[in-house]
């Protein structure tokens, strides 16, 4: 009798359970699906980032680095008073890959190239804007080398 007692209290809390589950559990996982599906089919940020390479990409690198980098690298980042000129061959990605300008850009730089002051953190860029930045450089670069490497030193 107590086994059948003990039966019955068991199977009403799996009852309770699956109650609960049903009032709490589902709804979380059903919304969840639903957000994780808006953001794979575009309703994420990513979304809205520009095409790498793309017109539009180069257009808002350039926008950011005239906004934040041109002061210190110049026009066309030919270099300025502050900052190196990034079309010079020490820049090139064999030398100094993008990592190293996505670092600078988050850590800043001690000078080891230049006699220029330390580059400091660049606060409030995005990683879109980042990398619209470096694709604008390499265009930079690639106008400045006439092609996609800087040419040979004589």
């Given at each position: 009798?107590?086994?059948?007692r003990?039966?019955?209290?068991?199977?009403?809390?799996?009852?309770?359970?699956r109650?609960?589950?049903?009032?709490?559990?589902?709804?979380?996982?059903?919304?969840a699906?639903?957000?994780?599906?808006?953001?794979l089919?575009?309703?994420?940020?990513?979304a809205?980032?520009?095409?790498?390479?793309?017109?539009e990409?180069?257009?808002?690198?350039?926008?950011?680095?005239v906004?934040?980098?041109?002061?210190?690298?110049?026009?066309g980042?030919?270099?300025?008073?502050?900052?190196?000129?990034?079309?010079?061959?020490?820049?090139?990605?064999?030398?100094?890959?993008?990592?190293?300008?996505?670092?600078?850009?988050?850590?800043?730089?001690?000078?080891?190239h230049?006699?220029?002051?330390?580059?400091?953190?660049?606060?409030?860029?995005?990683?879109?804007?980042?990398?619209?930045?470096?694709?604008?450089?390499?265009e930079?670069?690639?106008?400045?080398?006439?092609?996609?490497?800087?040419?040979a030193?004589?």
């Open positions: 009798m107590a086994d059948n003990e039966s019955k209290r068991r199977d009403a809390a799996r009852r309770a359970q109650r609960r589950w049903m009032l709490i559990g589902a709804p979380v996982v059903l919304v699906v639903v957000v994780a599906a808006a953001l089919l575009g309703g994420g940020e990513e809205d980032a520009p095409v790498a390479g793309s017109s990409q180069l257009a808002l690198g350039e926008e950011v680095f906004a934040n980098c041109a002061t210190c690298h110049g026009e980042a030919r270099g300025g008073l502050a900052g190196p000129p990034l079309v010079h061959e020490i820049y090139e990605p064999d030398h100094h890959p993008d990592s190293a300008i996505r670092a600078a850009v988050a850590n800043g730089v001690t000078p080891h230049w006699d220029f002051a330390g580059m400091p953190p660049i606060q409030g860029l995005s990683d879109d804007d980042v990398d619209a930045v470096i694709a604008y450089v390499r930079r670069q690639q106008e400045a080398w006439g092609g996609p490497r800087p040419p030193s004589p």
